[in-house]
């Protein structure tokens, strides 16, 4: 009747932005991502029939924002006529900040749900599930180098290499912890229906994946940056090609930057990713993570940076 599930959040190296399917949340790309092994979100779902309604507390606060996603998803994994749920997220970093909270929330929120109703359900069927709530969320359900494929009718998740296989390091500067202002979800909307580079972006997918994949077999962290790095920008640039644009950066997220691009010109091996969100999201090898964090934590408006291993899918931790 109760469990709880820990997921971490994910950072694509190869972006999913734009859906092909609104109803089924069905991305119209496919993407690669690594899995953080220190920030975490841990969820509990406990069925309660004596609840009127699903109740969500997020950090031991009442949250009713987000209880409407909660709900559905819970819907998807055990059907409308289930009883009341409370869900109680706990999470060790800033939420709905483009540090792909959703992610680790829905990731856990899935395999949390499914044992608390007594359900076995295969893993890439609950990355399907978890997809449907966040797209990113599929991908939380593996750990290491993630590869979602976006299939004609559905996603599949599989793992291109463990953490073990290639213990890179990823540090975040955090810039502004605030909530976005648009959500990644209208955005690619907005993107879809006005940029005029969206087609282009698509077109575009299958060579940006198929050489990260390349970079990632040969462990090749400079292949795999300038192909990150690509993909990124380009998405970004479709976001500022949108009407309304979207900026989610601000100076800080550019100085953090010109900042891995200078430390790049040193020989430093190091590149940077932004989401839908102003922090910059940097990956280098173990080796070099002094380095990197000294010359971010150095940056003018970095306020703080996390740091993480690569780490682990979602998995139950009480039932
Ligand atoms: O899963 P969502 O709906 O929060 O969208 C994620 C979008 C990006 O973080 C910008 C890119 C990605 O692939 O994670």
């Known amino acids: 009747m109760r469990a709880s599930a820990i997921a971490q959040p994910n950072i694509a190296v190869i972006k999913y932005w734009g859906k092909r399917d609104l109803a089924r ?3 119209a790309v496919g993407s690669i991502s690594v899995t953080l092994s220190t920030l975490y979100t841990e969820m509990q779902v406990e069925i309660d029939t004596a609840l009127a309604g699903d109740v969500l507390l997020v950090n031991a606060e009442e949250n ?4 409407a996603r909660v709900s559905d998803c819970v819907d998807i994994i055990a059907g409308i006529d289930r009883p009341a749920v409370r869900v109680s997220s706990k999470s060790n970093f800033p ?4 540090i792909a909270s959703s992610a680790s929330a829905f990731a856990a929120l899935v395999v949390a749900a499914a044992a608390a109703f007594g359900l076995s359900i295969p893993r890439n069927r609950l990355a399907q599930l978890a997809g449907r709530a966040s797209g990113s969320a599929a991908r939380s359900m593996l750990g290491g180098f993630v590869e979602l494929e976006n299939d004609t009718d559905n996603i599949r998740v599989g793992s291109l290499l463990s953490a073990a296989d290639w ?10 912890p605030g909530p976005k202002p648009v959500s990644s979800g209208d955005a690619m909307e907005i993107s879809r229906r006005t940029s005029p580079f969206y087609d282009l972006w698509i077109e575009q997918q299958a060579a940006d994946l198929a050489e990260a994949r390349a970079a990632i077999r040969q462990r090749d962290l400079q292949r795999l940056g300038a192909i990150a790095e690509h993909n990124c920008l380009k998405m970004h640039s479709v976001m500022w090609g949108s009407r309304p644009p979207m900026i989610y950066w601000n100076s800080a997220t550019i100085a953090c930057m010109q900042t891995i691009r200078e ?3 040193r020989g430093v091996a190091v590149f940077f990713t932004i989401d839908a969100g102003p922090q910059l999201k940097a990956i280098c090898a173990a ?4 380095t990197v964090r000294t010359a971010l934590l150095a940056t003018d408006g970095v306020l703080e940076l996390m740091q993480s ?5 979602a998995r139950l931790v009480s039932a």
């Not at 939420?95 to 483009?98: L, Q, S, T, V, Y």
């Not at 291993?309 to 899918?313: A, R, S, W």
Request: proline residues 6%; negative net charge.
């Open 25 to 27: 949340n069905l991305p």
């Open 287 to 290: 080796a070099d993570v002094m």
């Open 263 to 265: 430390l790049q010109a």
């Open 95 to 98: 939420i709905a900040a483009g």
């Open 167 to 176: 213990p890179l390091e990823i540090l975040i500067a955090i810039t502004a």
């Open 309 to 313: 291993g690569i780490g682990e899918g």
């Open 64 to 67: 009713r924002s987000m209880l």
